[in-house]
């Protein structure tokens, strides 16, 4: 495989910010939307971002994610500043060891629930992909839905869709960003569950932003954002 690259150590790592500030300069007056945010995730665990709209949570997950690149300090997945790795290294680590869930789900409309989980897993060349496919989706309790398109499934399936194509490469890292925001509250609790059960059962390292108590309720670590500083922890 062309791209891939070794990460043995990220199995008993996490996700670290070492006084992370990010500033966004488009064009206009710089921006400053994190200052100094030092926090660290450990495998197994669900850490839950709060705070309101704009306080900074997305823009903290697209860096623990390294979508995006801190202005000062440093982002450190399986210990590796993102900031340092190639762009190689980038596209294999984004690829097959972070998995991304959204509030709007981001199925691809023209695929069925299986081929988009399995999608994923042939970008990377992965060997058995249709077979870790339905796996998945079995594990988020949809596989008698494997031919479905998204449009004929509820908000809560897609959802769960969403998180068996996160997990189509057991990454040790899942980010989710508000993944109940769009959901009645039973779907929202499903969903939840899976999330939950990503770090008790596959020692993934969880990042969840939430407006929802019930989220935050499912978390081991709860830390407060209010513009862009970390005000409370617990
Ligand atoms: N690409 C960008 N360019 C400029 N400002 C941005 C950009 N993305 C986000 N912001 C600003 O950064 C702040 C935090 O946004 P965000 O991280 O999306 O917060 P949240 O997810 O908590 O709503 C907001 O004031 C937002 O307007
Ligand atoms: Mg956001």
Redesign the pocket.
Known sequence: MGDSVEWEEMASSRVEFRGVSKT?R?GGQP?A?LHEVSLGAAPGTVTAIL??????????L?LAGAMDFPTAGEVLIAGRATSALSARELTALRRTRIGFVFQFFQLLPTLTALENVELPLQLAHTPKSRETALDRLGWVGLEDKAGSFPYQLSGGQMQRVAIARALAHSPELVIA?EPTGNLDDASGAQVLALLRASADRFGATVLV?THSAEAAAIADVRVR?RD?RIVERA
Do not use: C, E, H, M
């Not at 705070?51 to 903290?60: A, D, F, I, Y």
């Open positions: 966004y488009n921006v939307v705070g309101r709209s704009g306080s900074g949570k997305t823009t903290l697209n960003d932003a954002l862009g």
